[in-house]
């Protein structure tokens, strides 16, 4: 739906004009600022649908600034980098980012991520009006207030970590083939080849919610084909909540 506030934040003028322009003319309304530390008041503020962060800003940069609005906020967060900062996507990834994009970008690769993160973000408020549980052996997915509990204790999962593992939970014992089905399904568009993102979620997921991550017991790698859910996995049975 168009109307959706997008908060740029960038320090390159012209990478800033040219996004504003894009994301303008799909009808959204776009707000920017090239300070990180104004970043809080424009959430506050604002209250934008979408983050797109530069992971390199003057003062506090952008990994650190993904890491606190994941304290308080849910929405979307897109990392744009250069491609020699590979180490920061994947730490900006694992703390709470949703998706990077490289510059420099096409300007319609970038409104299609957008639009995906915004149309899984309205898709996830609709379910929010069912009020139903997963539960399996060590593991329960309130899809309501969007908790997960293994062994009865409640763990932190990022809005992306949550929707991987509501979707293969929706579906256990079930394989979803190939690497990019899984992206597609959870990110809303193709990967273009590039699963990195898809990798550094799993790996996250799995340290949060198995006992042994190079062991995974509830999302195994199917050598060949993909990942699954296994509704087995947890040795210990729980108290549902």
């Known amino acids: 739906m168009a109307g959706e506030k997008i908060l740029i934040v960038d320090d390159e003028a012209e990478i800033v004009e040219l996004i504003r322009l894009c994301l303008s003319k799909e009808g959204y309304q776009v707000l920017s600022t090239d300070n990180g530390e104004t970043v809080f ?5 604002y209250a934008p649908d979408l983050l797109i962060l530069d992971i390199l800003l003057p003062g506090m940069d952008g990994i650190e600034i993904c890491r606190r609005l994941r304290l308080s906020y849910d929405i979307p967060i ?3 980098s250069c491609k020699s900062e590979d180490m920061d996507i994947i730490h900006g990834l694992t703390i709470g980012g949703d998706d990077y994009i490289t510059k420099p970008f096409s300007p319609s690769q970038l409104v299609a991520r957008v639009k995906a993160h915004l149309r899984r973000m309205h898709q996830l408020d609709q379910h ?7 539960s399996y052996p060590g593991v329960a997915i309130d899809l309501l207030t969007r908790n997960v509990w293994v062994n009865g204790a409640l763990v932190t999962l990022s809005a992306k970590e949550f929707d991987l593992l509501s979707l293969m939970a929706k579906a256990p014992d079930r394989v979803i083939p190939i ?6 399904m959870a990110w809303g568009v193709d990967s273009n080849g590039d699963t990195r993102t898809l990798l550094v979620h799993i790996s996250s997921l799995r340290k949060k919610i198995e006992q042994d991550p190079a062991e995974p017991a509830y999302i195994p790698t199917v050598r060949g084909v993909g ?3 296994n509704s087995s996995g947890g040795d ?6």
């Open 41 to 45: 008041d424009h959430m506050q503020r």
């Open 78 to 80: 897109l990392l744009v």
């Open 128 to 134: 929010k009006e069912e009020s139903r549980k997963l």
């Open 179 to 184: 690497i990019e089905q899984l992206y597609k």
């Open 227 to 229: 990942y699954k859910f």
């Open 236 to 241: 210990t049975q729980w108290t549902k909540c």
